[in-house]
């Protein structure tokens, strides 16, 4: 059996059921923790992404393609997306301060300022 025609089959298989009985659509907090589950399950070594960053990036870039421009919330609201950077920012670089907030420089007064 040929790639295409295994495609269509499974695509069936999978327009079957319909979307309210899916229950992944309809219980986000379930899909996530069955994604975590199965990603625990693999040890690291395995794990391709974790082995191969270049490989990773693609399957993301072919990921957000996938999405239409009108359902990308990002692409629809850019001060969610300064904020989503300027957190995911202070997590990997350790700034910020307790309750999560970005830390600010003090203005400094010079001669030129009074």
Do not use: C, W, Y
């Amino acid at each position: 059996m040929n790639q295409e025609r295994q495609r269509q089959i499974a695509s069936m298989g999978g327009k079957a059921v319909p979307d309210e009985k899916r229950s992944f659509s309809q219980n986000r907090r379930l899909a996530a923790e069955a994604g975590r589950k199965g990603g625990q399950s693999v040890p690291g070594s395995k794990r391709s992404f974790s082995q191969n960053r270049q490989l990773a990036a693609v399957a993301g870039r072919k990921g957000g393609q996938s999405v239409p421009d009108e359902k990308r919330s990002f692409s629809q609201n850019p001060e969610l997306a300064a904020e989503a950077g300027r957190k995911g920012g202070q997590a990997s670089h350790g700034g910020g301060t307790a309750d999560g907030q970005a830390r600010t420089a003090t203005p400094r007064i010079t001669e030129q300022d009074e």
